[in-house]
């Protein structure tokens, strides 16, 4: 392992907090929740359990491990997430007809509702992140791109 007078003499400013890709992304994640809370407060959900319902107001009737596969969680996250999101009467857990081991998620009225609700957040976050639409799209996008370089790759025998 190199020594601290072995790096080069740059080096030592890469170990700065501030220089951190890790920091930055975690710092702004906390920032953006906090954001997000008082809008997600009057809509009765919590981030995660938001997260969930963008997914079902694209395309109701997931199978749980799509789902998973849309947020990146394991079912052991996922699985308390409905089930508090049925608690609430946004969703229903159903048996696929098809094949009873999986299990599709199927918004109820009331969860399809939400989404009028929901609308308002978007135009919230664009005035409060003082970004244009533009920026923020290239923003998601170079995040999302970032988190497929650090995604294992999966083998083809998968």
Not at 24 to 48: C, F, N, R, V
Request: net charge neutral.
């Amino acid at each position: 392992m190199p020594t601290s007078n072995s790096l080069p003499p740059d080096a030592s400013e890469l170990l700065r907090l501030d220089n951190q890709v890790c920091f930055a992304l975690y710092s702004a994640s906390l920032a953006m929740t906090k954001l997000y809370k008082p809008l997600l407060d009057e809509l009765g959900l919590t981030y995660p359990q938001y997260l969930v319902m963008l997914v079902l107001w694209e395309g109701d009737r997931l199978t749980v491990s799509e789902l998973g596969e849309r947020l990146h969680l394991d079912s052991g996250t996922l699985t308390p997430l409905l089930k508090r999101l049925e608690a609430a009467g946004l969703l229903l857990r159903l048996r696929d007809a098809q094949d009873e081991r999986r299990v599709r998620i199927a918004l109820t009225d009331a969860g399809r509702d939400l989404r009028a609700a929901a609308e308002k957040i978007p135009a919230c976050l664009l005035q409060s992140t003082q970004c244009s639409l533009a920026e923020l799209q290239a923003l998601t996008g170079q995040l999302s791109a970032l988190r497929e370089r650090l995604l294992p790759r999966r083998s083809g025998s998968d």
